[in-house]
């Protein structure tokens, strides 16, 4: 191995540790324990673990956990009720409606429900026109974490060549504004692209999250080049990511690990988004006060 490891277990945890101090601060200057609300239907079992791993670490930064459980079988209609329960709700300053639902369940009309300055997760309609009119919002926490864990190389994206492989709305679209926003040379690939290892390997910063097992090699990888594994698959021998991590850490520079990499920090931008979502509400309610 020649690629330096992203740890992202330590970044996320560093980053908890400043949210928790946000969060101290804010209760004793507002009075107010910010809350996040997650929201889970059915039983699957990946979910649960991210569902149960993000109540975790928000109790642990000092916030109120406010979780929803809900059938595999709840009609539409339900889980909107309860969205907009929330989204009146003071004591909840962030709502996160974990992906993917039940198929009977339409996302896109339920994420929408979410107001703005609870949007946690970046993932409303008005949250992406934010984000890609390049205007002040709450931003989609996987790639968000990943321009975190960019930055902790030392690495300035300006002017580099970043390729994103992945269009998802959860992922790979936002990921390719972020890179932008951050002035880097930005290619999306994706399922139809013709010649990926000709793209990818001309990559100074590649982003695997296409959501293909072991999908990217050596072959696509540039030397030298920033490897970001956004990739999470349960397999027989355990999790894996997009990248085939042995053979492109003996040719990149940097390399994040799954478990361990991007997952971690997902988590932590979620906590981070969470404080902000309470402060500008506060603020939010204090202009009206005094209106
Ligand atoms: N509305 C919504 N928002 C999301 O942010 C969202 C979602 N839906 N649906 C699914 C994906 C996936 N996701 C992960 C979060 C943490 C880890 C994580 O902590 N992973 C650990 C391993 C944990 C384990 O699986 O044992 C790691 O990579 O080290 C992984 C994946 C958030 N997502
Ligand atoms: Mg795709």
Redesign the pocket.
């Known amino acids: 191995m020649t690629a330096q490891l992203i740890d ?2 330590r970044i996320a945890r560093e980053v908890r540790a400043r949210v928790a101090a946000e969060v101290t601060e804010f209760r004793e200057r507002t009075g107010i324990v910010p809350g996040l609300a997650t929201i889970l239907v059915g039983e699957d079992p ?2 649960e ?2 569902v149960r ?1 993000k109540r975790r670490l928000a109790v642990e930064t000092g916030m109120a956990d406010l979780h929803r459980h809900l059938d595999a079988d709840v009609a539409q209609p339900t889980v909107a009720a309860i969205i907009e329960e929330l989204a009146h709700d003071d004591a909840v300053s962030g709502i ?5 639902l039940p198929r009977h369940l339409e996302s896109g009309p339920l994420i929408d429900l979410i107001p703005a300055l609870k949007d946690v ?1 970046g ?1 409303t309609t008005l949250s992406a026109g934010l984000l890609a009119r390049g205007r002040p919002g709450l931003r989609p ?2 790639p968000s974490g990943v321009i975190t864990l960019i930055d902790s190389t030392g690495i300035s994206l300006e002017g580099l060549n970043a390729v994103v492989v992945g269009r998802s709305e ?1 992922v790979g679209g936002p990921m390719s504004r972020l890179l932008l926003e951050r002035n880097a040379t930005v290619t999306t690939a994706h399922s139809r692209t013709r010649d990926l290892v000709a793209v990818a390997s001309e990559a100074d910063v590649l982003i695997a999250a296409a959501g293909v097992p072991h999908l990217i090699g050596a072959e696509h990888v540039k030397p030298g080049a920033v490897v970001i594994d956004v990739g ?1 698959h349960r397999t027989e021998s355990g ?1 894996t990511g997009d990248v085939r991590f042995d053979e492109v850490s003996a040719v990149a520079g940097w390399i994040t690990p ?7 920090m ?2 932590a931008t ?1 906590l981070a988004n969470t404080v902000t979502a309470a402060r500008m509400q506060w603020e939010q309610r204090q202009l009206a006060s005094r209106a």
């Open positions: 992202g277990t990946a979910s673990v991210y791993n996160l409606l974990q992906l993917p997760d993932l926490c996987t959860l999470i999790l799954v478990p361990g990499g991007v997952g971690p997902t988590i979620l």
